[in-house]
C-alpha cells in the first residue's frame, strides 16, 4: 500500500477536499460532522487513511490491531455527531476520492485499497451501533457548578453531569461547550468517576482561545463531555490494574493470604512497592485523581508527591494537598518552583499558602530536585507536566538509575 500512502501524505489538501466534496455530494448532514478545524482531538481524514492502509497486508487485509484502533475511534467520534450511516459514507467517500486523485494507480493496488477502506469503515459503522445498542451515549451534558480562579492563569472548574462518567484515573476526557462550534479540547479529570457524574477540571489559561473559554465558563453553563482516553497510569489505576489494597492477608497472586508476592497474573506490581508522582502546572489533574483513588483503600502504597509551578503563586492546589497529606500518613507532598518569587501579574491567592510550620518550597529544576533524593528505584513513577519538562525529568531519573520500564510519563 506503499504507493497508496504516499500519494495521499504527498497531496494532503487535494485529497481532503476531494474527499469533502463527495462527502456533501452524498451526504450533507455527513459534512457537518466532521470536527471543526480549530478542534484538537481528532486526526484528519488523510492522516486516519494513512495510518489505514500502513495496517493491510495481502490482498487488502486489514490487521486485527489496526480494526481494533478505528473501532475504539468510531465509539469516540459519535461524540461529533458521526452516525453508523455517516460511517459508511465516509467510506463510499474515500474510495471515489481515491479514484479520483489515484487515477494512475495500477488497478490492483487500488482493488487492494478499497477493500481495505470498505473493511475498516465497515467495522467503525458496526462499532458505533453496538455502543447504540448498548446505551453508552455519545457524550454526556453537564452544568457547571463552580468556578474558581486560584490565580491569573489557573483555574479551576467543577461539573455536575446527567449521569455518570466513564473513564479512569490518569485518562483525559474530551470536553465542549455550545460555544465552541464542536471544537473540543482534552482535559485531564482532578477526581475519580463517580456515580453522581461530579467532575473538576484544572485549566492554564494562554494562547488557546478555546481553553479561554471554557476557564471563563459561569455556574449554569452547559458542557458536553467524551469518553475517557489514554493509558497513562491504567497498568496501576485502570480496569484490572496490578496495584490492588496490599492489606495482610489480602490474596496475592498465586492465591495464598500474606504472600509477599506479586498481585495479579505475574505482571503486576509487588504489593510492598511505593510510588513516586511528579506534577507540573495542571499535570497535578491526572495524578491527583489517582492520590485519591488510593484514598480509598485500606491499606494504600506510600506515595511521595512532587508538584511544580513556574511561581509559588502558581501552586494552586497546594493547601489542599497539604490538608490531606496531614491526614494520610501515607502522604508526602513535595512543593517545587522554578522561581522563588512571584512575578507582580500572578496574582496568587489562598489556595497557594502552606500552613505554618510545614516544609518549606523547594526552588529550582524539578529534575534536579527530585534526583537529588535519590534514584527512586523502588518506586512505580508516573510523571506528567509539559512535553519537554516531562522528558527531561525522565531522562534524569534514568540516568540517576530508575528503571525506565518503571517510568511513565503524561506529557502536553
Same mark, same amino acid.
Given at each position: ?6 500519494? *495521499?501524505? $504527498? ?18 448532514? @455527513?459534512?457537518?460532522? !466532521?470536527?471543526?478545524?480549530? $478542534? +484538537? ?18 490482498? /487488502?487485509?486489514?490487521?486485527? /490491531? ?6 475504539d475511534l468510531a465509539r469516540d467520534y459519535r461524540r461529533f455527531g458521526f452516525t453508523p450511516q455517516t460511517f459508511t459514507t465516509l467510506g463510499e467517500s474515500l474510495r471515489l476520492a481515491l479514484r479520483e ?8 493496488? %487500488?482493488?487492494?485499497?478499497?477493500? @481495505? ?28 457548578? +463552580?468556578? %474558581? ?5 489557573? !483555574? ?12 479512569f484515573p490518569g485518562q483525559y476526557l474530551p470536553v465542549t461547550a455550545g460555544y465552541l462550534q464542536n471544537s473540543w479540547r482534552f482535559l485531564c479529570p482532578s477526581i475519580p468517576a463517580n456515580e453522581w ?5 484544572? *485549566? ?13 465558563? +459561569? ?5 458536553? *463531555? ?7 497510569? +491504567? ?24 504472600? $509477599? ?16 508522582? !511528579? ?5 497535578? @489533574? ?6 485519591? %483513588? ?31 497529606? @496531614? ?22 491567592? %489562598? ?8 516544609h518549606l518550597t523547594q526552588v529550582g529544576q524539578m529534575a534536579e530536585i527530585v534526583t537529588s533524593v535519590g534514584s527512586w528505584a523502588d518506586r512505580d513513577v508516573l510523571i506528567a507536566g509539559p512535553e ?18 518503571? !517510568? ?5
Open positions: 500500500m506503499r504507493p497508496v500512502t504516499s500519494l *495521499i501524505e $504527498d497531496n494532503p489538501d487535494v485529497f481532503l477536499a476531494t474527499v469533502m466534496s463527495r462527502l456533501s455530494t452524498l451526504d450533507p448532514l @455527513a459534512y457537518t460532522c !466532521i470536527p471543526h478545524v480549530d $478542534d +484538537q482531538t481528532h486526526i484528519s481524514i488523510t492522516e486516519l487513511l494513512a495510518a489505514m492502509l500502513d495496517g493491510v497486508g495481502d490482498e /487488502g487485509a486489514v490487521d486485527p /490491531g489496526t480494526v481494533e484502533y478505528f473501532r486523485v489515484g487515477e494512475d494507480l495500477p488497478f490492483e493496488t %487500488e482493488l487492494f485499497a478499497e477493500r @481495505a477502506i470498505t473493511a475498516t469503515t465497515s467495522e467503525m459503522a458496526a462499532a458505533a451501533q453496538e455502543s447504540i445498542d448498548a446505551g453508552i451515549p455519545a457524550a454526556t451534558d453537564a452544568t457547571v457548578v +463552580q468556578v %474558581e480562579r486560584r490565580s491569573r492563569r489557573f !483555574i479551576v472548574v467543577r461539573l455536575e453531569a446527567d449521569g455518570p462518567l466513564s473513564y457524574g461530579q467532575v473538576e477540571f484544572h *485549566i492554564q489559561t494562554g494562547d488557546d482561545e478555546a481553553l479561554r473559554l471554557l476557564a471563563g465558563s +459561569q455556574p449554569g453553563d452547559r458542557w458536553s *463531555i467524551g469518553l475517557g482516553q489514554g493509558e497513562f497510569g +491504567q497498568r496501576l489505576f485502570g480496569a484490572g490494574s496490578a496495584l490492588v489494597d496490599a492489606s495482610p492477608g489480602a490474596v496475592t497472586g498465586d492465591g495464598e493470604p500474606g504472600d $509477599d508476592g506479586d498481585h495479579g497474573d505475574g505482571g503486576g506490581v509487588d504489593k510492598q512497592d511505593d510510588l513516586l508522582f !511528579i506534577a507540573y502546572g495542571t499535570g497535578l @489533574a491526572p495524578l491527583r485523581a489517582m492520590m485519591f %483513588e488510593l484514598m480509598t483503600r485500606t491499606y494504600p502504597p506510600r506515595l511521595h508527591f512532587f508538584v511544580g509551578a513556574e511561581y509559588p503563586g502558581e501552586l494552586y492546589e497546594l493547601m489542599g494537598l497539604w490538608n490531606f497529606a @496531614a491526614t494520610c500518613p501515607w502522604l508526602s507532598v513535595v512543593p517545587v518552583t522554578t522561581n522563588a518569587e512571584d512575578a507582580w501579574w500572578v496574582q496568587a491567592t %489562598e489556595a497557594s499558602q502552606p500552613p505554618r510550620g510545614l519537554q519538562m516531562a522528558r527531561d525529568i525522565r531522562r534524569a531519573l534514568i540516568r540517576r538509575g530508575t528503571p525506565r520500564d518503571r !517510568i511513565e510519563h503524561l506529557e502536553f
